[in-house]
Nanobody, 116 residues
């Protein structure tokens, strides 16, 4: 059974940076689209970035130019580099692939808090 584990979250000041990691228990990132999602208190989960098996990327308008998603197939890891962080970026961040998302399978996520 494939498992995804998010890490790298923490407390950062506005304008700061964080790098999130999504590690897979199996070699799947060369096959599936991988997405980073976030859920802020009182709001629904939203897709913020995605990367295809071919390396194409998509970003939500709210993070475009500030966040970068990347992939290291050899390490079975997908990253989300977050720069110029804003308080509105505060959320629990999750990674997922379509096959797990369709099952309703989500990990615990990693908390990102942007505050002075």
């Amino acid at each position: 059974q494939v498992q995804l584990v998010e890490s790298g979250g923490g407390l950062v000041q506005p304008g700061g940076s964080l790098r999130l990691s999504c590690a897979a228990s199996e070699s799947i990132f060369s096959i599936y689209i991988v997405g980073w999602y976030r859920q802020a208190p009182g709001k629904s989960r939203e897709l913020v970035a995605a990367i295809t098996s071919g390396g194409s990327t998509n970003y939500a308008d709210s993070v475009k130019g500030r966040f970068t998603i990347s992939r290291d197939n050899a390490k079975n890891t997908v990253y989300l580099q977050m720069n110029s962080l804003k308080p509105e970026d505060t959320a629990v961040y999750y990674c997922n692939v379509d096959i797990l998302k369709r099952r309703g399978s989500w990990g615990q996520g990693t908390q990102v808090t942007v505050s002075s």
